[in-house]
């Protein structure tokens, strides 16, 4: 068990405002993965980190910051949140060991409702 | 410009029987195909991957083919049971992308009884 903790795991927020989501790790992994799970589309990557205080933009990363200021704690803000950000947020690690075949271990996910 | 695709959303089948899981792709240069399976209210989880390299990879049940000239590969599992009954995801990645995984939309498995 690769001892991911997402929080919170459901919320409710209102339009225009700003929402933080945490991932929580415990073995000090170096990468970390914020995706998006939206019915027709799968899992789109937000943005991800290579380290503490590297990070960059996946494919949907429009409306969505993230910071990572300990190797633990890779967190995502939405600043003004939106309806079209009402979605099921994953965060997910690199397990990294040998050759890199792109397992992630995801964490159980945080649904979002924006209303 | 969907990379991975999964044309069928969901997909019923006997306990016992194959089901086979289908998944194309467009990118070349994808080096490494993984299959995930999600329950509901739950992560994904890690099933089996396969490298570009190859063309058969074999766990247990599940077994992945891959047709590099089809740009193709499928998800085998036999025998059905009804806790396969699950969300299946395709992904894939470059040798260049590290562990950033580009996904199909997923097929909804249902395994009845």
């Known amino acids: 068990d690769a001892g991911i903790t997402q929080s919170?795991?459901?919320?409710?927020?209102?339009?225009g405002t700003p929402v933080t989501l945490r991932c929580h790790q415990t073995e000090n992994h170096r990468?970390?993965?914020?995706?998006?799970?939206?019915?027709?589309h799968g899992l789109r990557l937000i943005h991800y980190s290579y380290g503490v205080k590297d990070t960059d933009k996946g494919e949907v990363s429009d409306g969505y910051s993230v910071s990572r200021s300990k190797t633990e704690d890779f967190l995502l803000t939405l600043e003004s949140a939106t309806s079209s950000q009402t979605s099921v947020y994953f965060c997910a690690i690199s397990l990294g060991t040998g050759?890199?075949?792109g397992e992630l271990f995801f964490g159980e996910g945080s649904r979002l409702t924006v209303l | 410009d969907q990379q991975v695709k999964q044309n069928s959303p969901s997909l019923s089948v006997q306990e016992g029987?194959?089901?086979?899981?289908n998944c194309d792709y467009t990118n070349s240069m994808f080096?490494?195909?993984?299959?995930y399976k999600k329950y509901p209210a739950e992560g994904p989880t890690f099933l089996i991957s396969i490298s570009s390299i190859k063309d058969k990879n074999e766990d247990g049940r599940f077994t992945v083919f891959l047709n590099k000239s089809a740009k193709h590969l499928s998800l085998h599992i036999v025998p059905?049971?009804?806790g396969d009954s699950?969300?299946?995801?395709?992904a894939a990645k470059t040798g260049t992308s590290g562990s950033?995984?580009?996904f199909g939309e997923g097929t909804q498995l249902t395994v009845n009884p």
């Open chain 2, 31 to 35: 080096d490494y195909f993984l299959w």
């Open chain 1, 8 to 15: 919170p795991r459901h919320k409710v927020t209102e339009t």
């Open chain 2, 80 to 82: 059905s049971q009804p």
């Open chain 1, 99 to 101: 050759e890199n075949t």
């Open chain 1, 31 to 40: 990468y970390m993965y914020w995706y998006r799970q939206d019915p027709g």
């Open chain 2, 100 to 102: 950033r995984l580009t």
């Open chain 2, 86 to 90: 699950a969300v299946y995801f395709c």
């Open chain 2, 17 to 21: 029987r194959i089901s086979i899981l």
